[in-house]
């Protein structure tokens, strides 16, 4: 799965540090999820996309073979 966690993040000023702050997770969290090293929770999904302002859907971009 790929993101665009870090290019939204970085938009809205934001250090990784910030960002796992503001939604409850260590900052490595997002480091993670950043790399596509990390499939998160429906739950953090969602908090995470509400802080950068925008959705699940355009945040994360999944593949033909994630959906499989």
Do not use: C
Not at 2 to 8: C, D, F, I, N, V
Not at 20 to 28: D, K, N, S, W, Y
Request: glycine share 6%; charged share 40%.
């Amino acid at each position: 799965m790929k993101t665009r966690m870090k290019e939204l993040r970085a938009r809205h000023d934001l250090t990784q540090g910030d960002l796992a702050e503001l939604v409850g997770v260590r900052r490595e969290t997002i480091g993670f999820l950043e790399k596509g090293k990390y499939n998160p929770s429906l739950k953090l999904a969602y908090k995470v996309a509400r802080r950068l302002e925008t959705t699940i859907e355009d945040l994360f971009i999944f593949e033909e073979e994630d959906l499989a």
